[in-house]
């Protein structure tokens, strides 16, 4: 049983890991899609939307479909889809032709973050302790990876497909393979999971739904605005301006490898109020750092905040619903594309019409407030923590190879 453990968790990080990689190969190479598909800057924005509501969607239709598939085998699936439609998008010279790329995209990237969070809370529970922010650790480590090939392509003046094909080539076969031994949990029957998705346990998961869309609001901020930030308001070299999001996809991996020690020590009340007052201090010093090198310590400290309130927001949901663990976190997953959606705009807007020093004391805000919802992420009927964990469980469910 250790060994299905085991293999269970190694082939699921491996997934993280993949989807980490894909996911940084399209967002960072936006501009060279915008020039490969001849999008104007007025309609570039309306394609970016699509991406993040159409995940939703996906998202959406996996808390209804887990009722009768396993998430392994929504993730088995979607997981190729989601790659073959990043392979779409650099292969393509026709609009219409990235819209259905970035459509297929959306969608499967909703069944994709979905199930595999599923996967990783109902392997936590079989493990009896913290080990979600493992997960997302490797997820961060395919960022960073993904980040630095799209720099190589644009460094050697690669063509898209070029570019995406060797990885498609390698990834795809991987992770059908590595499938076979992703271990399903017991997540409750199909009439307990549906219940989950109902209002009186909405109002329950509302906390956490928050602390998500807090979450992505300052995560969006960086990705999106750091560059900018660095450059227009502290002066600093175009050069110099790449530096802050990679240090921050840095500190996150940093953050999340040690963060399951944190947790199991301190528990995760204490883990998440301490990332999300580190996370507001960041953003106070990036918005009175008098220079670049001060804004990026700035942004090294959102990073490590940060790091740790999504994990442990899908791992409180699995918690806090254990007869329907899988449906919570297909819902509480929305609000990872509600954050995204909402953050970039809203400080664009306010940097537009105010300043960006002043907008970035919005997402500060916003993150401040997860301390006041952080008891939403104690122990209910488990407790993955130092001195309090569980034994681990007998039956894990089985194996993707039994269904």
């Not at 227009?232 to 953050?255: F, I, K």
């Not at 297909?330 to 537009?352: E, Q």
């Not at 970035?360 to 952080?374: E, G, K, R």
Request: hydrophobic letters at 50%; a positive charge; one cysteine or more.
């Amino acid at each position: 049983m250790t060994d299905v453990l085991r293999r269970g968790r190694a082939s699921l990080a491996f997934g993280f890991f993949t989807q980490g990689v894909a996911f940084a190969l399209l967002v960072t190479r936006i501009p060279a899609v915008q020039e490969r598909y001849g999008v104007s800057d007025a309609l570039l924005p309306v394609f970016l939307a699509a991406v993040p509501v159409l995940a939703g969607c996906g998202s959406v239709a996996t808390e209804r479909l887990v009722r009768r598939i396993r998430p392994s085998r929504l993730l088995r699936w979607s997981q190729p889809v989601v790659l073959l439609a990043l392979l779409g998008v650099g292969a393509g010279d026709q609009v219409a032709q990235l819209a259905l790329a970035l459509g297929v995209f959306g969608l499967s990237v909703g069944a994709l973050d979905a199930s595999m969070n599923m996967l990783g809370v109902s392997l936590q529970r079989a493990y009896g302790r913290s080990i979600m922010l493992s997960f997302h650790a490797v997820y961060s480590l395919g960022g960073i990876l993904g980040a630095s090939l799209a720099w190589a392509g644009a460094h050697w003046e690669l063509a898209l497909w070029v570019s995406y094909l060797p990885v498609v080539l390698v990834l795809l076969p991987a992770t059908l393979v590595g499938s076979r031994w992703y271990v399903d949990g017991e997540s409750g029957s199909a009439g307990e999971a549906a219940g989950a998705g109902g209002g009186v346990v909405f109002r329950v998961l509302l906390p956490l739904c928050l602390v998500m869309t807090f979450a992505y609001i300052g995560d969006s901020t960086v990705s999106n605005w750091s560059a900018k930030y660095v450059k227009d308001v502290l002066g600093g070299s175009e050069q110099l301006a790449t530096v802050p999001y990679n240090v921050y996809m840095v500190t996150t991996l940093v953050g999340r490898a040690l963060g399951d020690l944190g947790v199991r020590r301190l528990g995760a009340v204490a883990v998440v109020r301490l990332g999300a007052l580190v996370a507001a201090g960041g953003f106070v010093v990036v918005a009175a750092a008098p220079g670049a090198w001060t804004g990026m310590l700035g942004f090294t400290l959102v990073g490590l905040g940060l790091c740790v309130l999504v994990p442990q927001t899908f791992a409180a949901a699995g918690r806090l619903f254990p007869g329907g663990s899988d449906a919570a976190i297909a819902r509480l997953n929305i609000f990872n594309y509600v954050g995204f959606l909402v953050g970039s705009p809203l400080v664009g807007a306010l940097g537009d019409a105010w300043s960006y020093r002043g907008a970035m004391l919005v997402p500060m805000a916003l993150v401040l407030v997860t301390t006041v919802y952080a008891r939403s992420f104690g122990p209910g009927g488990d407790r993955y923590g130092g001195g309090h964990e569980r034994p681990r469980t007998v039956d894990v469910g089985r194996g993707s190879n039994g269904l």
